[in-house]
T-cell receptor, first 109, second 115 residues
Framework: GEDVEQSLFLSVREGDSSVINCTYT??????LYWYKQEPGAGLQLLTY?????DMKQDQRLTVLLNKKDKHLSLRIADTQTGDSAIYFC?????????FGSGTRLSIRP | DTGVSQDPRHKITKRGQNVTFRCDPI?????LYWYRQTLGQGPEFLTY????????KSRLLSDRFSAERPKGSFSTLEIQRTEQGDSAMYLC?????????????FGPGTRLTVL
């Protein structure tokens, strides 16, 4: 079945860029998403990219899509303490969304 | 607040009891989804409705689980004879199907603990 893989942890220094990577198996996915989940909170859609795009930039967020390698990445520029959260990569599959297990981003001073 | 709401936010029950959760989607959204999230994992799809019709069910949705959306607005998810393995966060999401867009907006979830 469809699968989405991402690393479990990432630690970055405050002010540096964070890059969270994801691979997926369903080549027919039309939309690819990045969600953010803070402790005790619901899922927040950060950004998404349509499958015919290579890149999307939205303020501090840059999404890169390599459709050939089925690789998606999220870059957060100038990472702040408020960016500490779990980031989920997700892809559309028919009418549902398939999520990865999440990458916990921690920020060190 | 015009987002997706879920009730209750927390539910503690004993094994073998039945529980029911409610989800109120964003009012103009015609699609409603249920997901389950266990600790350390991403959400897993359970089922979805378009208006009042239940169009897809995951194999994760055993016969102890039933979902309804009787009037195409709010939805309920019932779990009968709960088991400890049912302990999880149950998330509801809604979307408005328009063209190819399928942006789903998630509610805060109902955390179920089965003792």
């Amino acid at each position: 079945g469809e699968d989405v893989e991402q690393s479990l942890f990432l630690s970055v220094r405050e002010g540096d860029s964070s890059v969270i990577n994801c691979t997926y198996t369903d080549s027919s996915s039309t939309y690819l998403y990045w969600y953010k989940q803070e402790p005790g909170a619901g899922l927040q859609l950060l950004t998404y990219i349509f499958s015919n795009m290579d890149m999307k930039q939205d303020q501090r967020l840059t999404v890169l899509l390599n459709k050939k390698d089925k690789h998606l990445s999220l870059r957060i520029a100038d990472t702040q303490t408020g960016d500490s959260a779990i980031y989920f990569c997700a892809v559309s599959s028919a009418s549902k969304i398939i999520f990865g297990s999440g990458t916990r981003l921690s920020i060190r001073p | 607040d015009t987002g997706v709401s879920q009730d209750p936010r927390h539910k503690i029950t004993k094994r073998g009891q039945n529980v029911t959760f409610r989800c109120d989607p964003i009012s103009e959204h015609n699609r409603l989804y249920w997901y389950r999230q266990t600790l350390g994992q991403g959400p897993e799809f359970l089922t979805y409705f378009q208006n009042e019709a239940q169009l897809e069910k995951s194999r994760l949705l055993s016969d102890r689980f039933s979902a309804e959306r009787p009037k195409g607005s709010f939805s309920t998810l019932e779990i009968q004879r709960t088991e400890q393995g049912d302990s999880a966060m149950y998330l509801c999401a809604s979307s408005f199907r328009s063209g190819g867009d399928n942006e789903q907006f998630f509610g805060p979830g109902t955390r179920l603990t089965v003792l």
